[in-house]
């Protein structure tokens, strides 16, 4: 088996590639470099340099590694952006993921992992979000992925491809600080960003129908995220065929309040949050059930909050010097 990982040099795409060769696994990274690091990949993991969109590099590099699966996360993933430039959006997560469907059919590559997002439910208004609660995107971005979701299905369904899209609840920490997000698009970095420049960190609205008023979200330590993607590839090579759509969270709430609460402890920054209005788009709570991952992939979630903004801290600091 070889497992090929586009976005490999990315946040998380370097985390599964290490996670995935650190359990014996042969894995060879893709990725254009448009968002990533070659030097976050291990050193046992070769990277081609170039673009999932580009379907006769998809030919060789499948030839030459011999690849037998595909873990893919190369992707646009800002939901601003995608509302400024949603035809980008489409053409790059939805075209460029069915170009990448065609590769590994005409390759005859049986194994799919796809990256998508807790984004393809939009704001239920549900305790536990469960694979089930129907999907309703309030963005481009949530759009895509739910598009992608269809598409990876629909695919392997036509050429016999089995097939795990994984939801991503929110993303954070690093298993090495070398490996951290350096993208600013998330609460914790943004928390971050707040504090090295010596400002408060803000709070989109405290209104909100949940315990503290501030909005609720389930937060994954990306290691648990990586070692998901193992349990889904290991799932797949085990010959489970069809398709299988899991969350991938906590199943535990935690507010904006707390998290910030926790940053500054650990951080040692302590400043008191500002609050300003509402974002729109933002759901009140979004939590996962956990359920379904734990029972088809055999996989739990081990670290906690504590971790995932330890982690994140060390990785900002080495990166970012006040
Ligand atoms: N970070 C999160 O919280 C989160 C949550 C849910 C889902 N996701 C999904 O996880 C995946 C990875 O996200 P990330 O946070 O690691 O982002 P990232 O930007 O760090 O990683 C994406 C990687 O893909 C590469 N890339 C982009 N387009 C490419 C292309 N056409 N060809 C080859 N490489 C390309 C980039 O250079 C980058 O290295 C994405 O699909 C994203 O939508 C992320």
């Known amino acids: 088996m070889t497992w090929l990982i586009t976005g490999g040099a990315g946040y998380i795409g370097a985390h599964v590639a290490r996670a995935m060769a650190g359990a014996g696994e042969r894995v060879v990274a893709l990725d254009d470099l448009s968002a990533g690091n070659p030097a976050r990949l291990p050193?046992?993991?070769?990277?081609?340099?170039?673009?999932?969109?580009?379907g006769d590099l998809l030919k060789r590099v499948f030839a030459r590694y011999a690849v037998t699966g595909v873990v893919h996360l190369a992707?646009?993933?800002?939901?601003a952006e995608s509302v400024?430039?949603?035809?980008?959006?489409?053409?790059?997560?939805?075209g460029g993921l069915a170009t990448l469907l065609d590769a590994v059919a005409e390759a005859g590559i049986g194994r799919f992992v796809f990256s998508s997002s807790a984004a393809v439910y939009g704001s239920p208004d549900v305790d536990l979000i469960t694979e089930?609660?129907?999907?309703?995107?309030?963005?481009?971005?949530?759009?895509t992925k739910l598009a992608g979701e269809w598409l990876v299905r629909a695919a392997g369904r036509a050429h016999g491809i089995s097939t795990v899209c994984l939801r991503y609840f929110n993303v954070a920490g690093a298993a090495a600080p070398e490996l951290a997000d350096t993208g600013v698009f998330n609460i914790v970095p943004m928390v971050f960003d707040r504090l090295t420049r010596d400002e408060a960190?803000?709070?989109?609205?405290?209104d909100y129908p949940t315990p503290d008023g501030t909005c609720v979200r389930d937060y994954i330590h990306v290691a648990d995220?990586?070692?998901?993607?193992?349990?889904?590839?290991r799932k797949l090579d085990t010959g489970a065929d069809g398709d299988l759509t899991v969350n991938i969270g906590r199943g535990e709430g935690v507010s904006v309040r707390e998290m910030i609460t926790t940053i500054g402890e650990v951080s040692g920054e302590r400043r008191a949050p500002l609050v300003e209005a509402r974002r729109p788009g933002d759901a009140p709570r979004a939590v996962a059930s956990?359920?379904?991952?734990?029972?088809?992939?055999?996989?739990?979630?081990r670290r906690g909050v504590r971790e995932m903004v330890e982690s994140a801290w060390a990785?900002?600091?080495l990166h970012h010097e006040r």
């Open 84 to 94: 400024a430039q949603p035809t980008r959006y489409y053409r790059e997560n939805v």
């Open 132 to 143: 089930d609660t129907p999907c309703a995107p309030v963005n481009p971005y949530g759009e």
């Open 315 to 317: 990785g900002w600091q």
């Open 225 to 233: 995220l990586a070692e998901a993607h193992l349990a889904a590839a």
């Open 43 to 54: 050193s046992d993991v070769p990277l081609v340099e170039g673009s999932s969109l580009d």
């Open 290 to 301: 956990a359920e379904r991952a734990a029972k088809e992939l055999g996989w739990t979630a």
């Open 75 to 79: 992707a646009r993933k800002q939901v």
């Open 201 to 206: 960190p803000r709070i989109f609205g405290d």
